[in-house]
């Protein structure tokens, strides 16, 4: 099973960003976003790519981080491996944009 809400809820806490946040950033609702979260219902390809956008990783990295722990369980141990060495590079070449906060002092 893939796990979208461990995904979503992981990259979310990554970024540094509430619900509220990134739901107003992708067009939903923070209630609409805690279900998808909690795994009551799965996002929309449409919405996974605005959320790749938001959290400014790409659609591959969210991929990687939704396949569940029985889905790893059901592949051979070489294959695990292979898996989670594919996992750390892309999380290590893509990792989630923290947004940059405004110190108010401008550029000048």
């Known amino acids: 099973m893939i796990d979208w809400g461990r995904m979503l809820r992981q990259v979310r806490f990554e970024s ?3 619900q ?21 219902r799965p996002p929309s390809p ?36 292979t898996y989670r060495l594919l996992r750390s590079a892309v999380r290590d070449a893509y990792p989630v944009q923290e947004e940059d906060e405004d110190d108010g002092e401008g550029t000048a």
């Open 46 to 81: 449409d919405l996974l790519e605005k959320l790749a956008e938001v959290y400014g990783v790409p659609l591959e990295r969210l991929l990687f981080e939704a396949i569940s722990l029985d889905d790893l369980k059901a592949l051979d141990a070489a294959d695990r491996r």
């Open 16 to 18: 540094g960003s509430t």
């Open 20 to 40: 509220a946040q990134i739901a107003e950033a992708v067009g939903v609702t923070p209630s609409y976003l805690s279900s998808l979260e909690r795994q009551h």
